[in-house]
């Protein structure tokens, strides 16, 4: 559907119920295609961290398992 400029200010909201709906709504001035009015996509819920609290274990050390290779990194061979 086009709509001319001017009644689009004076209808908005009737052209934005119509574009939820599913409709092709164009917004034109003097017969010329401007815009069209499309709805936005929902935002993506965030992440929630910590929902495995408790759960896991890491029992790990890290800075003893990999020490050597960091020696040698750094020291040469």
């Given at each position: 559907m086009q709509v001319n400029l001017h009644d689009a200010k004076t209808h908005l909201s009737r052209y934005v119920d119509r574009v939820l709906a599913g409709e092709?709504?164009?917004?034109?001035?003097?017969?010329?295609?401007?815009?069209?009015?499309?709805?936005?996509?929902?935002?993506?819920?965030?992440?929630?961290?910590?929902?495995?609290?408790?759960?896991?274990?890491?029992?790990?050390?890290?800075?003893?398992d990999v020490s050597a290779d960091i020696a040698a990194m750094f020291d040469g061979p």
């Open positions: 092709d709504v164009v917004i034109a001035r003097a017969g010329k295609p401007l815009v069209r009015l499309v709805p936005l996509a929902p935002e993506s819920t965030l992440r929630q961290g910590g929902f495995l609290r408790g759960q896991a274990s890491f029992t790990a050390d890290l800075k003893a």
